[in-house]
């Protein structure tokens, strides 16, 4: 949407940088600019020479059947080689026996032909087959590596990196693998097996000849070695402008409607135009270099072709070569310089393959910035009946890598059992506390205890299935409304499922749907409401029935029965659960057990709702506010 | 997951050529220079056939009879036609490069602007991964097509052509055996094709899925993370992927079993006329040079033979991604009434579909008469969700819209800016049909704040901006101040210029909701929507917003969804929407009075012991 008025300039050539976020969009007090930040970029960091480590490392399982494939080749091309020499033997051998009546000869020939025939044929189909299993093995390992390691790195990274350039990873970056191992490791095998056989054939002939168009490979080289690194370049390009142009459309479908409403059809088409015809360029610049590659390597071989024949032409004439050998010599020079093509191909897809393993070798590259521990620590036991966990946030500070400061140090403990609002208006580190009870973030200093455990000791499992976090965004996946629920606890029973569903009041409403707990919210997604997937998100974090539960504005779309459900739930369902609760209205407030309310990230006031309504401080005061605006 | 396709395969197999000739109108303008490209590979083709003549000639001629000014001749046109055949391989690859590019650009920038045309209800039944799957992969892949293996097909079958010519020619009786093979092999390749496509097709719209996969696993991080791992998600991913791995076996198989018989039948009828030619030979029917000239010929064509296997398969996954692009491009955007003066240059055109109501003074505000809806897709059986709604919202007032969760409020506003088109009945703009209003027009009119505030990739200015055509500066720190967000964008790294991410996501839910509400009054709309604007406002500043979204309110005339007595208090009068009707209009006050269902929507929260606000109101209660 750059297109409008106050928009950065929109230079096309780098469609990265546009697309780049700044780290600190929403962050006050975070002063530096999108550039700076190293994530929000479409080339992460990787260690030199990393994309080939992870091609090695995705083929090394198959180790044995690339070898296999080699074989299978080889085998290959020395059926098809066979064909012209058997002519030669029918000619020499057979058509005399013919003529004597003997059949023998012809008859073997014949059968020998034949044998290769289907012998080419089935090893051609061993090899399809085979290098298909390694390429798709590899394939398979490699998305779900992204996969994996995109859920395991922290919220943190994907706020910033977008989900239009993770899934540019995960989709046309393989993509472009798959081509090479698809096409490229019969090409290679190809290109080397003629190259290595036609040069060895030809140094036999004469090697004065063979050591002259070897002489012509000094040349190629180069070209082929200013032609690797253009491509690579240019596929580095075109990769970031592949991931922009993703970025933006998916960001459009999924905001058509507001796209819609605001008219911003023209804008966009604008601004995708920009984003195409710099992938275009990179399109088009991919090609033409590949064009300068053939003609330029054409050229030095031709070039190179005419020089030995004449050459040899002085030799012959010198009488330091025979005509036989140079005639031969000639036309295996010709077979030696076919494959020059089918390198620049190879090149090609092998540089745009390097170009995505680059980028999602960066990708892999990238650590979660709140780890696994080591050595995770079991929770103490609690004695039954006591649901709830003490959270101390013990010495903790918080400041984004970039250096704003959003918690300044501060020690609190949260009692078990209890359920703590906490108020504060925007920007005044709420969400911060939430997200650091529920280890989104770990503190800068500091750390935070469960029953006497930090967080950081807790292995993601364990930590899961005691702290649950419900956020404000119900974002619903593909599936079923059950299978939505059923996030919370993968191996609950429908039984559990609708159990959690009626405890939040959302029990009417899903029978209500075409197909109740089996409607898939894809089909009818747009049609569940804001309301409603928060209450479903709710039906999760009770399923998943957690000691601390925290909800972060969780309840801002619900309506008053929804409300009311949530807070009948919150006595009922999560009685004596530790909660953590971060809500704007005052009547969710009320149910708690203690008030904090904070500004400027740091608790101002604390206390029961009673007695800070009863005072003068801030909290009065936006109960006050509160009045005035009903009055 | 596959059954987010709007046409799963239902209509018969189509011919992979009828597929590709739907490409035509994006490749005409590239035509000129494809076919120059076709003929320099076919020229380019016969210098590599010349090159070894030239070679043999000098060989033979001039080197055999030690004559050095013949071999510098020799050399001399080597050389030339060496520069010549590399030429022309380069100019073929520089000449189709930009036109090709091009197609796909223009493909995609085409698909894109349909995408953003087709109505909401479309949206909401494709997943967007697989509009995105056909908008990348399946894009490059006809690029890759036009580019390599269109021209390979036909120069390719032209060599396998004049081959065959060439060799009837030599020898009719050897160059028929060679052509039995060709009607088996022409049966097989129907076979393979229609096989073939099909497992393209599932494979490229097992891909689309495991984009859709991808993009929920990232969308719904959060709640990933708030619970651990998403095994059913993970499951779905391995599942998918598996499956994707299992159909790219598939079409590997496929393809290496044509590829053998493509392989072996030639060979075996080679080795026929080998078989047949030796005897011909040995008769004295035919000299062993003539049999050798026509085996070489035979096997000079090999490698064109081959090639048809992949050619084939590249053919075939062209077509399905064709009509998988063409699957969405066909979806007709619904007409549109033409805008006077409008794109169209059609002034004064005849009024559109329906007439303006002339009973409908200029100033009538906003009027629903008996308006229904139905989704498109919802099962036949299913109620519809507004079955008649009757509302009348006077110039210059607020209307607050109440009703139970899921009792389609939501639904009620998409059908004012036209995001779904109500299924019957008609929605008027001060006496003007919004179906007979250009979309363009009627959105101008019509300003909305969502449920979701959804923010894009863009400076706060410029999300703030879209709501107004030709707002300024003054106008966006008007807006800012009414949504009360101006205090929060000014401690921006870089105030009104700081960008917000994918969706916003950096913000919090109130602060993005301000903005959003900011973009909803930046125009001064005639019209406004505001779908539960105020959800996410803390109370203070909540308390502001509403103070200053009431001077605006009371010009504008406006349907305002709300959710608690607070928002409600905003709006004039209130209708209460129930059972796809509306069941009741009237003061908030009287509607707590007298309407059983709007005081249960409206009464306070069971755990409040004191939701003081509510209990003003409450004080009324019967």
Redesign the interface.
């Known amino acids: 949407?750059?297109s409008?008025?106050?928009?950065?300039p929109d230079t096309g050539a780098r469609p990265a940088a546009d697309?780049a976020?700044?780290?600190?969009?929403?962050?006050?007090?975070?002063?530096?600019?999108?550039a700076d930040d190293p994530v929000a970029q479409d080339v992460l960091p990787a260690p030199k020479g990393a994309s080939l480590a992870l091609l090695r490392s995705l083929l090394a399982p198959a180790r044995g059947r690339v070898w296999l494939t080699v074989f299978l080749l080889l085998a290959q091309q020395a059926a098809?080689q066979a064909?012209?020499l058997?002519?030669a033997v029918?000619?020499d051998r057979?058509?005399p026996a013919?003529?004597r009546d003997d059949y023998g000869p012809?008859a073997a020939?014949?059968a020998a032909?034949?044998v290769?025939?289907?012998a080419?044929?089935?090893l051609?189909?061993?090899?399809?087959?085979v290098?298909?299993?390694v390429?798709?093995?590899a394939?398979?390992d490699l998305?779900?590596r992204i996969?994996?390691h995109?859920?395991t790195l922290?919220?943190d990274f994907?706020?910033?990196y977008?989900?239009?350039r993770?899934?540019s990873r995960?989709?046309?970056d393989v993509?472009s693998l798959r081509e090479l191992l698809n096409?490229g490791l019969q090409e290679l095998m190809g290109i080397v097996a003629s190259v290595l056989l036609v040069s060895a054939t030809l140094a036999w002939l004469d090697w004065r000849t063979g050591a002259a168009a070897a002489l012509s490979f000094v040349p190629l080289a180069v070209v082929m070695r200013g032609y690797r690194r253009r491509s690579l370049t240019v596929h580095r390009r075109k990769s970031t402008a592949?991931a922009a142009?993703?970025?933006k459309?998916?960001?459009?479908?999924?905001?058509?409607?507001?796209?819609?409403?605001?008219?911003?059809?023209a804008?966009?088409?604008e601004h995708?135009?920009a984003l195409?015809?710099a992938?275009?360029?990179t399109?088009?610049d991919a090609?033409?270099s590949?064009?300068?590659y053939?003609?330029?390597s054409?050229?030095i071989?031709?070039?190179s072709?005419?020089?030995i024949?004449?050459w040899?032409?002085?030799r012959?004439?010198g009488g330091g070569l025979e005509?036989g050998a140079?005639?031969a010599a000639?036309?295996y020079l010709?077979r030696l310089y076919e494959p020059v093509?089918q390198i620049g191909m190879f090149l090609n897809s092998y540089q745009s393959a390097a170009a995505s393993l680059e980028k999602i070798a960066g990708l892999l590259a990238q650590r979660p910035t709140v780890p696994e521990p080591d050595r995770p620590v079991p929770l103490p036991s609690r004695p039954a009946g006591a649901p709830g966990l003490e959270v101390v946030f013990e010495g903790v500070r918080f400041a984004y890598r970039t250096g704003g400061e959003v918690l300044p140090r501060f020690d609190l403990t949260l009692a078990a059992g209890r359920t703590v609002a906490v108020?504060?208006?925007?920007?005044a580190g709420k969400?911060t506390l939430a997200k650091l009870l529920?280890r989104?973030y770990d503190p800068t200093e500091g750390r935070v205890l469960l029953d006497g455990v930090p967080l950081t000791d807790l292995s993601?499992?364990e930590?899961?299935?005691h702290v649950?976090?419900?956020?404000?965004?119900a974002?619903?996946?593909?599936?079923t409304v059950a299978?939505n629920i059923?996030?919370?606890r993968?191996d609950a029973t429908r039984a559990d499922i609708e159990q959690a569903a009626k405890a939040i009041g959302a029990h009417d409403?899903i029978t209500?749907l075409?197909d109740g707990y089996d409607t898939?919210v894809?089909?009818?997604?747009?049609?569940?409401?804001?309301?409603?997937r928060q209450?479903v998100?709710f039906a999760?974090a009770l399923l998943?029935d957690p000691a601390v539960v925290v909800l972060d504005?969780a309840t801002?779309?619900?309506?008053?029965?929804?409300?009311?459900a949530v807070?009948?739930a919150?006595?009922t369902v999560l009685r004596g659960r530790t909660a953590v609760v971060i809500a704007?209205?005052?009547?969710?407030v009320?149910?708690a057990d203690r008030v904090l309310v904070m500004a400027d990230g740091r608790v101002v006031e604390d206390g029961t709702p009673a007695e800070l309504t009863a005072g003068e401080g801030r909290f009065a005061a936006?109960?006050r506010?509160?009045?005035?605006?009903?009055? | 997951m596959t059954g987010n396709r709007e046409a799963p395969g239902a209509e018969a197999h189509r011919s992979a050529v009828r597929s590709l000739l739907r490409l035509w109108p994006f490749v005409r303008p590239a035509r000129g220079r494809l076919l120059a490209g076709a003929v320099l590979a076919v020229l380019a083709s016969a210098m590599s056939l010349v090159i070894p003549l030239a070679l043999k000639w000098t060989v033979d001629g001039p080197i055999a009879d030690r004559e050095p000014s013949g071999v510098w001749l020799g050399g001399l046109a080597i050389l030339v036609l060496g520069v010549l055949e590399a030429g022309l391989f380069g100019l073929r690859r520089l000449l189709v490069a930009r036109p090709l590019a091009e197609v796909e650009a223009t493909m995609r920038a085409a698909f894109y602007r349909h995408l953003q045309r087709l109505p909401v209800a479309f949206h909401d039944r494709w997943a967007s991964g697989q509009l995105l799957s056909r908008a990348t992969t399946d894009l490059m892949l006809l690029r890759i097509f036009l580019a390599f293996a269109l021209t390979f097909l036909v120069v390719n079958s032209l060599t396998i052509v004049i081959g065959f010519v060439i060799l009837l020619l030599q020898r009719w009786t050897l160059g028929l055996v060679l052509l039995a093979p060709v009607i088996p092999l022409v049966l097989l390749c129907r076979s393979f094709e229609a096989r073939y496509s099909l497992a393209a097709r599932t494979a490229q719209d097992q891909v689309g899925d495991l984009t859709t996969v991808v993009e929920e696993s990232v969308l719904g991080i959060r709640i990933i993370k708030g619970f651990g791992r998403h095994r059913g998600q993970q499951r779905a991913f391995e599942a998918l992927s598996a499956r994707v791995r299992a159909t790219e076996l598939r079409k590997a198989r496929l393809l290496g079993a044509l590829w053998a018989v493509i392989m072996l039948l030639p060979e075996a009828a080679i080795g026929a006329a080998l078989v047949l030619g030796v005897r011909e030979v040995a008769d004295g029917g035919l000299t062993a040079g003539a049999l050798v000239a026509f085996l070489s010929t035979a096997l000079a064509l090999r490698w064109p033979v081959e090639s048809l296997g992949f050619l084939l398969a590249l053919s075939n996954e062209a077509a399905t991604a064709t009509d998988r692009y063409f699957e969405v491009l066909d979806v007709p955007v619904p007409d549109d009434a033409v805008a006077p003066g409008g794109a169209s240059g059609a002034e004064g055109a005849p009024a559109p579909k329906e007439a303006p109501a002339s009973r409908a003074s200029p100033g009538d505000g906003l009027r629903l008469e008996g308006v229904e809806f139905r989704y498109p897709d919802a099962p036949p059986g299913a109620p519809p969700v507004l079955r008649g709604v009757d509302l009348h919202i006077r110039p210059g007032e607020t209307m607050a819209l109440v009703g139970a969760t899921g009792s389609g409020k939501t639904t009620l506003t998409a059908l004012i800016p036209r995001l779904h088109e109500a299924t019957a009945g008609r929605i008027t703009l001060d006496g003007q049909d919004v179906a007979a209003l250009p979309r363009e027009r009627l959105r101008e009119l019509v300003a909305v704040a969502f449920e979701e505030p959804t923010l894009f990739s863009a400076s706060v200015g410029e999300n703030v901006l879209m709501g107004g055509a030709d707002a300024g500066p003054d106008e966006l720190a008007r807006a800012l101040a009414v949504a009360r967000a101006d205090g929060f964008v000014r401690a921006l790294p870089q105030g009104a210029e700081t960008r917000v991410g994918e969706q916003g996501l950096s913000l919090s839910g109130g602060q993005r909701q301000r903005l959003a509400l900011a973009r909803a009054v930046i125009g001064k709309p005639r019209f406004l929507i505001l779908d539960d604007p105020l959800s996410a406002l803390d109370v203070h500043t909540e308390a502001q917003v509403e103070r200053a979204l009431r001077e605006v309110l009371a010009t504008t005339t406006a349907l305002v969804v709300a959710h608690r007595p607070s928002t409600v208090l905003l709006a004039d009068r209130v209708a209460l929407l129930s059972e796809g009707r509306i069941a009741a209009v009237g003061t908030h006050h009287r509607l707590l009075r007298e309407n059983r269902e709007y005081a249960w929507l409206m009464s306070a929260p069971e755990g409040g012991r004191a939701p003081r606000g509510d209990l003003q109101e409450g004080d009324e209660r019967p």
């Open positions: 949407m750059t409008t008025v106050s928009g950065p697309d976020k700044g780290p600190g969009g929403g962050r006050p007090g975070t002063g530096h600019p999108a098809v064909g012209p058997l002519v029918a000619i057979a058509v013919v003529r012809l020939i014949g032909y034949l290769c025939a289907v080419s044929g089935l051609q189909l061993a090899f399809v087959r290098s298909a299993r390429g798709q093995d394939l398979l998305r779900g996969f994996r995109a859920q922290s919220v994907h706020e910033r977008t989900s239009g993770l899934i995960a989709t046309t993509e096409d592949t142009v993703i970025v459309f998916a960001e459009t479908m999924n905001g058509i409607r507001p796209v819609q409403a605001f008219r911003r059809e804008a966009n088409e995708f135009a195409n015809r992938h275009r360029e399109n088009v090609m033409h590949m064009a300068r053939v003609m330029t054409r050229l071989c031709n070039v072709l005419a020089a024949v004449v040899s032409a002085y012959v004439a005509l140079l005639a000639v036309l010709r093509d108020v504060g208006s925007t920007g969400s529920a989104f993601g499992t930590l899961r299935r649950v976090m419900v956020t404000q965004e974002f619903l996946f593909s599936g299978e059923a996030v919370g993968p409403f209500a075409p898939d894809r089909k009818r997604g747009g049609r569940i409401s804001a309301g409603q209450l998100g999760r998943a504005e801002s779309s619900l309506d008053i029965p929804g409300e009311r807070q009948r919150m006595r704007h209205r005052l009547s969710t009320e149910i936006l109960h506010a509160w009045r005035e605006s009903l009055a």
